[in-house]
């Protein structure tokens, strides 16, 4: 298991505890007040990360959870279980941090599946290390993954992640296809100055390998607290760069609440052969709050019903003290009636005179 040596920065304040509404009786699932009902569970298994991405951490690192605080296997099936039995979650996603870090990754796979046959379980990963995992964790009972990788070349990575691992990233992807953790989807963020022009370089090679990428939009999510709307890549930026060398054509599937607006991708030259898919997913921009069906468990078992949350519900209390699983369920339930409309507040406006940043990093809430 990778350890820290860096000093931490400083200790996160957590969100003061506030009193649920209970979720009526017949609201069904993780419903909210708006009509949504949440069916995508994403666990972050672990606080911690190998990278430093600027526009998550800052360079010293953070002060990490102690184990002691993160969700134990035992735990993160029983959760999943309350979920997929009682409350309507039909996928998983596993987050960090870095889930790679966890040493028992594969045997917490391995024991959704033996549980939920069916059920989708995805990964995000920063894809270091993964070269040696990939193989494991799909005989455990991965369904896919998702790599992040903001560009393809060294420098550049090395000014993003303060690291130098690019080639193990590289090796990892190769991995998860070898592994047919398919479709791998890799996970870019642009920042303005930095890779914001390499974007069709990236997508092009995306696309001769058969993998599905994803634009992200920088978020406010930055442990240094800088990001600025003013100067992040939007999507229309985006869709600027990529269409000096390719076409996009809207997918018309309906998009059923994932967060990536798909476009079919074909050349200038050649329109009427869709040589794969890009995805953006325009947080910022381009909210799409009124069909989010997310729900987010921390690494130390707080329910977040939304990114930009400023409320989180702790159910590892619960996990913890002999509480039934009925019980669980009405606190999670309860803490999804609370839901936000949208970025944390009562309308979208991320960068809006009344959005108050969230002190948790993306490392500390989970992807």
């Known amino acids: 298991m990778a350890t820290n040596t860096d ?21 069904p699932g993780l419903s909210d007040k708006f009509g949504r009902q949440a069916t995508d569970l994403r666990i972050s298994l672990i606080d911690k990360c190998n990278l430093r991405c600027t526009y998550c951490m800052p360079a010293d690192g953070l002060a990490w959870l102690p184990k002691s605080k993160l969700l134990t296997l035992e735990e993160i099936s029983r959760i999943v279980r309350i979920g997929v039995r009682d409350l309507g979650i039909r996928e998983l996603r596993l987050t960090g941090g870095e889930p790679l870090v966890r040493v028992d990754l594969a045997q917490i796979i391995a024991a959704v599946r033996a549980e939920h046959p069916e059920l989708p379980i995805s990964l995000t990963t920063n894809g270091v290390g993964l070269a040696k995992k990939a ?18 070349h060294a420098e550049t990575f090395a000014k993003l ?10 090796a990892g992807i190769d991995a998860a296809l070898a592994a047919n953790l398919a479709p791998v989807k890799i996970n870019a963020v642009l920042m303005r100055g930095i890779n914001d022009e390499q974007a069709p370089e990236l997508l092009a090679w995306a696309l001769e390998r058969g993998l599905e990428l994803r634009f992200i939009e920088q978020m406010p999510l930055d442990a240094d607290h800088v990001w600025r709307k003013d100067n992040m890549v939007t999507a229309a930026d985006l869709r600027a760069y990529l269409e000096t060398r ?10 059923d609440g994932a967060p990536a607006e798909r476009f079919l991708v074909s050349t200038l030259e050649d329109p009427e052969t869709i040589l794969g898919a890009v995805g953006i997913i325009a947080s910022v ?14 690494a130390e078992g707080k329910v977040m019903s939304c990114l930009f949350s400023k ?11 002999g509480s039934d699983d009925a019980a669980i369920s009405e606190r999670w339930r309860a803490a999804m009636w609370g839901k936000p409309r949208a970025h944390g507040m009562d309308h979208a406006g991320l960068g809006s005179k009344d959005f108050v940043q969230s002190e948790r990093s993306m490392s500390a809430i989970g992807g």
Do not use: Q, W, Y
């Open 7 to 27: 000093t931490p920065r400083k200790t996160v304040s957590l969100p003061m505890p506030t009193i649920l509404t209970p979720a009526p009786a017949d609201a």
């Open 161 to 170: 992640t303060r690291r130098d691992h690019i080639d193990s990233v590289f």
């Open 311 to 321: 409320e989180e519900t702790d159910l590892s209390a619960l996990l913890r003290d």
């Open 135 to 152: 193989a494991a964790l799909a005989e455990a009972g991965l369904t896919r993954i998702n790599v992040s990788l903001d560009t393809l």
């Open 285 to 298: 921009s381009e909210p799409f709050c009124s069909d989010c069906k997310r729900t987010r468990i921390t």
């Open 246 to 255: 390719f076409r996009l054509s809207p997918d018309t599937k309906p998009r």
